[in-house]
């Protein structure tokens, strides 16, 4: 059984900045690909980014050079470093690993 949280949430204005936590209840070195997804009212949860245990990286186009995931696996940590951030990024963010899903963080971005 694995736990995540997130946190990091909030109200910022387009052009500003947040970085988003996932804090996993155990150690993630074993976790093969973690990842953030998102979804906005009225639409699909979608994948944002996600990170393998060896660095690798994927991102949705819409966030490329724009956001950054990294991971801690010895604190068992995720996070998504979101820069110029637009109204569009505005939803809930969810951490991801296999079938275990966070709560969510909602991120609101004002024009």
């Known amino acids: 059984q694995v736990q995540l949280v997130e946190s990091g949430g909030g109200l910022v204005q387009a052009g500003g900045s947040l970085r988003l936590t996932c804090a996993a209840s155990?150690?993630?070195?074993?976790?093969?690909?973690m990842g953030w997804y998102r979804q906005a009212p009225g639409k699909q949860r979608e994948l944002v980014a996600d990170?393998?245990?060896?660095?690798?990286?994927n991102y949705a186009d819409s966030v490329k050079g724009r956001f950054t995931v990294s991971r801690d696996n010895v604190k068992g940590t995720v996070y998504l470093q979101m820069n110029n951030l637009k109204p569009e990024d505005t939803a809930i963010y969810y951490c991801n690993y296999d079938y275990y899903w966070g709560r969510g963080t909602q991120v609101t971005v004002s024009s």
């Open positions: 155990r150690s993630i070195f074993s976790f093969i690909t």
């Open positions: 990170i393998t245990s060896g660095g690798y990286t």
